[in-house]
């Protein structure tokens, strides 16, 4: 009778004989609620693994302390997630867009008098499922009293997501050189590409399909051709603040009209590698090595052309 006395509603006597689990000492649960208040999970971890060790009895409600804290973090990503796809589908057209510009000036006199300026132009708008890109550059450079150097490049290119890793893209591109031959140089083309690979630090995207090119050379003629593009995307952030980035496009033109022909009539490949340095959150510092590559360019012009520039990139 006592023991029942001692353990009411029938509980056995093995149940009655353990003691009363003790609660989480107060200022072990202080630190615990301190790591929390700062909604840091690094730390919150931190925090938990040190209170398990040293407090072995309440890992429990340590667990369930860190279990309430992970659970208000989900939701809270969730709402923040939902409120940001929310924000794009609901943008105007001249909204969400981000991107950088940069500029590059020489002058030179004495025994040569030589003046030039460099000119570019990145934006950039993320979607939910499409992406628009625009990039535009102008090279300008006197030498002597002639235009030695006048490139112009104007290119647009929205994409589509089909999956997580595979996107659709077409490609609208404007080019003027007379240095090599041509007054204006039009392309479009459209095919898939794919993000290789897609991490904190590196990015590697590929991209694949037909293209058609209208040139209008210096002497009055005009080519029509179909061809193929082949594109390459490279960034890796070496340190938060140091980054290589490689970016070629590579159009190889045929010389038919609706067939695939091996033998090309004309390639030109346009390859950048650049290392970009931050100096402020969007004050960054390039120097960048350009090869621009045409097979079939005038007698006169040599194939390859090599830049290699220092500029000043701000962001936006």
């Not at 860190?66 to 057209?93: M, S």
């Not at 794919?194 to 050379?217: H, M, N, Q, W």
Request: net charge neutral.
């Amino acid at each position: 009778m006592r023991i029942r006395a001692l353990c009411p509603f029938g509980l056995a006597l093995a149940a009655c004989a353990q003691p009363a689990a003790a609660e989480l000492p107060q200022p072990v649960r202080a630190m615990i609620d301190a790591a929390i208040a700062t909604g840091d999970a690094a730390k919150v971890r931190t925090v938990v693994d040190l209170a398990k060790q040293t407090n072995p009895g309440d890992v429990g409600e340590i667990d369930a302390l860190h279990g309430t804290f992970l659970a208000k973090q989900r939701e809270l990503a969730a709402a923040e997630k939902a409120r940001k796809e929310e924000e794009i589908r609901t943008a105007g057209l001249f909204e969400n867009w981000s991107g950088s510009g940069q500029i590059g000036a020489f002058q030179s006199s004495g025994n040569s008098d030589d003046a030039g300026v460099s000119l570019a132009l990145n934006l950039n708008r993320q979607g939910i499922d499409w992406q628009h890109k625009v990039r535009s550059s102008i090279d300008y450079q006197r030498s002597n009293g002639r235009t030695s150097r006048e490139q112009y490049l104007f290119a647009y290119e929205p994409r589509v997501r089909i999956s997580p890793d595979l996107f659709a893209y077409s490609l609208a591109q404007y080019e003027r050189s007379r240095q090599q031959g041509f007054l204006a140089r039009y392309s479009v083309s459209g095919g898939v590409g794919y993000d290789v690979i897609d991490t904190p630090s590196l990015d590697l995207s590929v991209k694949a399909g037909p293209a058609f090119r209208r040139t209008e050379l210096v002497g009055g003629a005009s080519e029509d051709r179909l061809g193929g593009l082949a594109g390459l995307d490279f960034d890796w952030r070496i340190t938060d603040r140091l980054t290589l980035t490689q970016d070629s496009n590579m159009i190889a033109e045929t010389g038919g009209s609706a067939t695939v022909i091996v033998d090309s009539s004309r390639t030109t490949l346009n390859a950048i590698t650049g290392l970009e340095a931050k100096m402020t959150d969007r004050l960054t510092t390039r120097l960048s090595y350009a090869v621009d590559y045409d097979s079939n360019r005038p007698a006169l012009a040599a194939a390859t052309d090599t830049l290699t520039r220092f500029t000043l990139v701000y962001g936006f």
